[in-house]
């Protein structure tokens, strides 16, 4: 008997969403089968790395990455400019630290003219990422979409609580990408999407964040909820859940004990930059073969090491 | 498995304006009720143009071009016995967004519509009947037997037959209703899919009892494994009913705002 390969075949696809504009512009989602499931049909675009950088000096990180940017790292054009030219990304992503209430506070207005100066600068697309407080991220989106204008930058993120600020005016007045954040819930992650189409942003300049987490912090939840997602997208034509996915992995896996207790406190673990990139990779590795379509990642080892893994399942 | 399939029964010849509009082939009634339809949820439209004996190749085709072409080639259910007719709309008809359905197929002398499905890559509705009411499940069942293997002696898969067991009046054959649902069963284990005019189980009862009779007969047929119906998909009550039934057997993903999609 002649052995025939069963294929996989879905209803449904996922949205091809663009981020930023000319000639480094680039393309997200667009697959019909499981993540790097060639041999079923059409992966889409291949998935994108984006690299944070933040709007204040990043004291808190490790001492090897103040060192790689300690030239720059206190101006953060020069510092999206350098990645942009070192290590060349597909995209960036200026994380407003310095905007967080529970720290210096910046205002809108002053995060807005560092978010436009970066975006005039570099010729890859953008993400702005908040503070993770609802209230400040609504008004800070609504600056930022103003003076990005024409950019089509992705908003990370609006949640249940400032949806309507962010989308309106990301998604609406100023046509950037918004990003619909959920935490781990499967049922929250269509919600907020039918709310935001409900408002009027249509689902093709919509992207998601499930929810993420570093590999052994309730890990296997996130896996298992981006998988029915998919499933449901795919298998069940979910209009409503075929929104790429973009998962903040860095945000996760450099803020977890494992990474940053340094040496002299944990001699058993090891040295605390090649552990930070192991998490950092392993972490970021498991998402993309379970679906997402871009991650943010902050060691330049772990970019060049998930770029070869991505060059490799989708040769 | 996949969402239930709701096919919408408006646009049907016993309707005095849908009868006229068909005579003077006038747009709009029919333009009107596919609109009402699908705003209200429905995947499929059935056209009736009832037996049609004279001009129902030119009607059909009428039909299925205007329906179509108005609403971005929703898929449509074609009925009628005219047997002509029927092949006249599936020449003109537009695949684009799923195939066609032919309503119905019988054991009897409507058996020619399951060659005529099979030749022209269609879906059927199969009536579990020959001569009026089947008498019983076994008599049900050996119709259903027999569509199925003339169907599959053709080529025809399968999962294009929609076997339609034969929903009965309430009032008046109150005693058949378990029975239509247990057909459902047995015919949903054979791993074959099912539909069937829901709307005469409440013939005959008072308009503001049919939403209930009705929501409550495809709630109960949906967990035998009814996979889609003809309905009124105007009722509110009944569309609530559907949608809820998908999420509990997981067809679709719950969110809360579920019933506005």
Not at chain 1, 53 to 72: F, M, Q, T
Request: charged share 25%; aromatic share 6%; proline share 4%.
């Amino acid at each position: 008997m002649v052995f025939r390969e069963s294929v996989k075949k879905f209803t449904g696809k996922i949205n091809e969403v663009e981020m930023g504009v000319g000639e480094r512009a680039i393309k997200i989602g667009g697959e019909n089968v499981m993540p790097f499931y060639s041999f079923d049909g059409d992966i889409g675009n291949r998935p994108r790395i984006g690299m944070e950088i933040l709007d204040v000096y990043p004291e808190s990180w490790i001492g090897s990455l103040k060192e790689i940017y300690s030239d720059v790292a206190n101006n953060p054009v020069e510092w999206a400019k350098y990645v942009e030219k070192k290590f060349n990304p597909d995209f960036i992503c200026l994380r407003f630290e310095g905007a967080d209430p529970n720290g210096l506070d910046k205002s809108p207005e002053e995060c807005a003219e560092i978010a436009k100066a970066v975006a005039e600068n570099i010729k890859l697309p953008l993400v702005v990422a908040g503070t993770n407080n609802h209230g400040k991220d609504s008004v800070l989106f609504e600056e930022v979409a103003k003076a990005v204008d024409g950019k089509n930058v992705v908003l990370l993120s609006a949640v249940e609580e400032n949806y309507k600020s962010v989308g309106a005016a990301g998604g609406m007045v100023y046509k950037h990408k918004v990003v619909a954040e959920s935490s781990v819930d499967i049922n929250l992650a269509k919600q907020l999407n039918i709310l935001i189409n409900q408002l009027g942003v249509k689902s093709e300049n919509v992207i998601m964040n499930v929810g993420c987490a570093a590999v052994g912090y309730g890990f296997e939840y996130v896996v298992s909820t981006i998988d029915r997602i998919r499933l449901a997208a795919l298998g069940q034509n979910d209009k409503t859940l075929q929104m790429p996915i973009i998962l903040p992995v860095s945000f996760e896996t450099w803020e977890i004990k494992e990474s940053i207790a340094t040496e002299e406190q944990m001699p058993e673990w090891g040295n605390q930059e090649e552990r930070g990139i192991g998490l950092e990779v392993s972490t970021a590795a498991s998402l993309l073969t379970v679906g997402a379509n871009a991650v943010i990642l902050r060691h330049p080892k772990s970019v060049e090491t998930i770029n070869g893994f991505i060059r490799e399942l989708t040769a | 498995m996949s969402r239930f399939i709701v096919i919408g029964e408006r646009i049907h010849c016993i309707s005095p304006s849908i009868r006229r509009a068909l005579a003077e082939r006038n747009p709009q009634p029919i333009l009107q009720r596919a609109k009402e339809q699908l705003e209200a949820g429905a995947d499929y439209l059935d056209f009736n143009i009832g037996p049609a004996e004279r001009d129902g190749e030119e009607i059909m085709s009428w039909g299925v071009e205007l329906i179509q072409k108005e609403f971005d080639n929703v898929p449509l259910a074609l009925d009628t016995v005219n047997k002509k007719a029927i092949e006249a709309g599936l020449k003109v008809y537009n695949r684009e967004k799923g195939k066609p359905i032919i309503n119905s197929a019988d054991a009897g002398d409507r058996i020619e519509m399951i060659d005529l499905a099979a030749t022209n890559d269609a879906m059927v509705i199969a009536l579990c009947a020959k001569e009026g009411i089947p008498r019983d499940n076994e008599e049900r069942i050996a119709y259903c037997t027999e569509l199925l293997e003339r169907a599959m002696a053709l080529g025809l898969d399968p999962n294009d037959i929609l076997f339609d067991p034969l929903f009965l009046v309430i009032k008046g054959m109150q005693e058949k209703q378990v029975e239509v649902l247990e057909a459902i069963g047995m015919i949903s284990e054979m791993g074959l899919r099912t539909t069937g005019g829901l709307s005469n189980i409440s013939n005959g009862a008072p308009k503001e009892l049919r939403p209930i009779l009705d929501s409550a007969t495809v709630a109960m047929g949906i967990q035998c494994g009814l996979t889609s119906a003809i309905v009124n998909p105007c009722d509110k009550r009944l569309m609530e009913t559907i949608k809820s039934c998908d999420v509990i057997k997981g067809n679709i993903l719950y969110a809360d705002s579920f019933l506005d999609l």
